[in-house]
């Protein structure tokens, strides 16, 4: 039998790029909601997690109409910056950094709001601004806050189905993902071949919640 | 801690110290205090005060002759007793009040001290606090 | 001289109170906080800190102006350079003794971490995690660490509250050492009538946010209407019935001594009580030793 894995590539691809990226903008995001008194931080949290809520296909629509370049936005882009996102591979990122957002976000915000403050307080008194206090005293003591958002954001990027076809469509080799040549499988009838790329998600989605689970006890907990 | 109301009624003073006579009921106490007039405004004739004295060191003496030191020397009656082995509690009907001794209980046996005998009680002019009633 | 004039409102468990207090300090002394737990005295120390504003008011330190809501001064907590220990220690857990202490540092000024270590008594635990340390190390530590990077002040919140009596005593000693040797600024924050008589130079008691007393140990807390001269602030560690007295044990400084006692003296006493303890001046006897 020949597989096809570009689709498996893909994905692990894909969810490893939105992993970073949703790391490097969650952790501004979910210590601007767990910190400021700005009244306007309760819409931008509930936004963040809309995702929890919304069916994919929703999300997929909005972001489908945003980016086309027939509207505003869109045409904007692709013309001034020659940007396709529409059934591009940025427009899998793009999509999937916004549907696993508040997979990020909320474990590390949820890290930041129990942070004793005193030990906030206790550097600010040392001198030190929240910047330096923020990489030196937080983040070390939340990393089982920052593994689980990397680690769900991860593995929900690995899952998306609904959003990803609405917004990458299905090209072989570019966007189509595992979920999605999964379902093409089937549809087509090829089992044995949805059945291989079904178990290769198993294991690995399975391997990186073990590690996890794993990692989260054994070794976080000493500090 | 015994305690009893009473007002100066004279005050005898050198450089560090002062033997106040306290009036109480009648019946002039003597106290000793490291202080003077200078030293604590409340030495002043007329100033009502509180006089402060442990239980332990008020003596009981019956038919008493002779001559003593002790300035502070009143007449009282027994109440009542509280014996344990080594100590004995006095309790005194003094003036309107009570004062209680605690002596050893052998005293209060050689003494032979019961309800209803008339004593005399005493306590050192050294022995003798003085409190200030504001 | 330190000057303070402060007003903010507070959550008490008697509902909203004013916190509206105007206090003078000298610098270089040892200035304690006193009263009940709800008081505002905490609050007071984290105005001063920096931690949070009053809502009006004025802090002047040395002439430097720390606050004015008048003209909008609100010094960052970070240049008021004060060190603070808070009533349950706040060393960082995943840092190590030693890497608390530089975390207090400037860059490149390293040199006094050995010393303060040293100071403290932490030789030997300064490669300790704060969970591989008692209750009165980690308060050790964490003095160290609040003075290491030379504050202009020292703020103490209830420092020893969580301590055991030894530790408790332990950690006052060596408060009261590094006072003596640095004549820094001290400001604690207590509820304890003890260790502040014992510690303080200057008192200010506060109740429900506002100054009801102030002055030295002595004229706050001594009854001077005694006439005793022979006084001492105790507390009691034992009560015990014996016959028709009770025998009290008291520890007085870091003596323990016994004191005879009737019934009716001791009615409102408990273990843990302050009491003073006075004598006619006559009957001490007195040894050279």
Redesign the interface.
């Known amino acids: 039998m020949n597989y096809d894995w570009q689709p498996l590539l893909l994905t692990f691809q894909l969810a490893l790029i939105v992993t970073l990226i949703l790391l490097v903008i969650g952790i501004p995001i979910a210590y601007w909601i767990a910190f400021s008194n700005n009244r306007f931080k309760y819409v931008f949290e509930t936004l963040v997690s809309m995702p929890l809520v919304l069916p994919p296909t929703v999300i997929g629509f909005y972001l489908l109409i945003a980016f086309s370049p027939q509207y505003a936005m869109g045409h904007f882009l692709e013309s001034a910056l020659g940007l396709k996102v529409v059934f591009t591979f940025t427009g899998l990122v793009i999509a999937s950094v916004l549907f696993s957002l508040p997979f990020m976000v909320n474990p590390i915000k949820a890290g930041f709001q129990n942070f004793?403050t005193?030990?906030i307080?206790?550097?600010?008194?040392?001198?030190?601004?929240s910047w330096e206090t923020l990489w030196?005293?937080i983040l070390?003591?939340i990393k089982p806050a920052l593994l689980t958002g990397v680690v769900m954001a991860f593995a929900h990027t690995i899952g998306e189905f609904g959003v990803v076809l609405m917004i990458g469509g299905n090209i072989p080799g570019r966007t189509q993902l595992a979920s999605i040549a999964i379902y093409n499988e089937v549809e087509a009838l090829n089992y044995q071949t949805a059945g291989v790329y079904a178990l290769v998600l198993v294991v690995v989605s399975f391997i990186v919640l073990f590690l996890f689970y794993y990692l989260n006890r054994r070794v976080l907990r000493i500090? | 801690?015994n305690k009893l109301t009473g007002k100066i009624v004279a005050l005898e003073t050198s450089p560090h110290m002062s033997m106040v006579d306290v009036d109480v009921d009648g019946d002039v106490f003597c106290?000793?205090?490291?202080?003077t007039p200078a030293s604590?405004a409340?030495l002043k004739q007329g100033q009502p005060v509180t006089l402060l004295f442990?239980?332990?060191e008020v003596s009981i003496g019956k038919n008493l002759s002779g001559l003593i030191s002790l300035r502070n020397r009143f007449k009282g009656t027994v109440k009542q007793l509280?014996?344990?082995?080594?100590?004995?509690?006095v309790f005194l009907e003094y003036k309107k009040g009570q004062v209680?001794s605690?002596i050893s209980t052998r005293s209060a046996q050689k003494l032979a001290l019961a309800p209803g005998d008339e004593v005399e009680w005493l306590v050192k002019t050294?022995?003798?606090?003085?409190?200030?009633e504001? | 001289m330190i000057n303070l004039r402060l007003k903010r409102q507070m959550q008490t468990s008697r509902g909203p109170e004013w916190i509206d207090l105007d206090l003078s300090m000298a610098s270089g002394g040892f200035v304690s906080l006193f009263g009940k737990s709800g008081a505002g005295k905490t609050t007071v120390l984290r105005m001063l800190?920096g931690?949070i504003p009053p809502q009006e008011g004025r802090i002047e330190v040395d002439g430097d102006v720390w606050f004015d809501s008048g003209r909008k001064i609100n010094k960052p907590?970070?240049?008021r350079?004060?060190?603070?220990v808070?009533q349950?220690n706040?060393l960082?857990?995943?840092m190590t003794v030693r890497e608390n202490l530089a975390?207090?540092c400037?860059p490149g000024h390293h040199d006094g971490i050995q010393e303060w270590i040293g100071l403290m008594g932490l030789s030997g635990l300064e490669g300790r995690?704060p969970h591989q340390l008692s209750g009165g190390q980690k308060q050790r530590a964490a003095l160290a660490?609040?003075l290491v990077?030379r504050p202009r002040m020292l703020l103490l919140d209830e420092p020893f509250s969580n301590l055991d009596r030894q530790a408790r005593l332990e950690l006052q000693d060596e408060i009261m050492r590094v006072y003596r040797k640095t004549r820094i600024t001290m400001v604690l924050v207590s509820h304890d009538l003890w260790e502040t008589f014992r510690m303080s130079e200057m008192i200010f008691v506060i109740d429900r946010g506002r100054i009801t007393k102030n002055g030295s140990p002595d004229e706050v807390f001594v009854n001077n209407?005694?006439?005793?001269?022979f006084q001492f602030t105790g507390e009691v560690l034992d009560i015990c019935k014996?016959?028709?007295?009770n025998i009290l044990t008291l520890g007085i400084g870091h003596q323990i001594t016994k004191v005879?006692?009737?019934d009716?003296?001791i009615s409102d006493l408990k273990v843990g009580s302050m009491v003073i303890v006075?004598a006619?001046?006559?009957?001490p006897l007195l040894f050279k030793i």
């Open positions: 004793p005193a030990l307080e206790a550097s600010y008194c040392l001198g030190k601004g030196r005293v070390p003591n500090f | 801690m106290s000793i205090v490291l202080e604590a409340y442990k239980e332990a509280e014996k344990s082995p080594i100590l004995t509690k209680v605690i050294n022995e003798v606090s003085l409190l200030n504001v | 800190a931690l907590i970070q240049q350079k004060v060190g603070f808070f349950d706040c960082f857990p995943h975390y207090a400037l995690k660490r609040a990077g209407d005694l006439s005793g001269k014996e016959g028709v007295v005879v006692a009737g009716e003296e006075a006619k001046a006559f009957n």
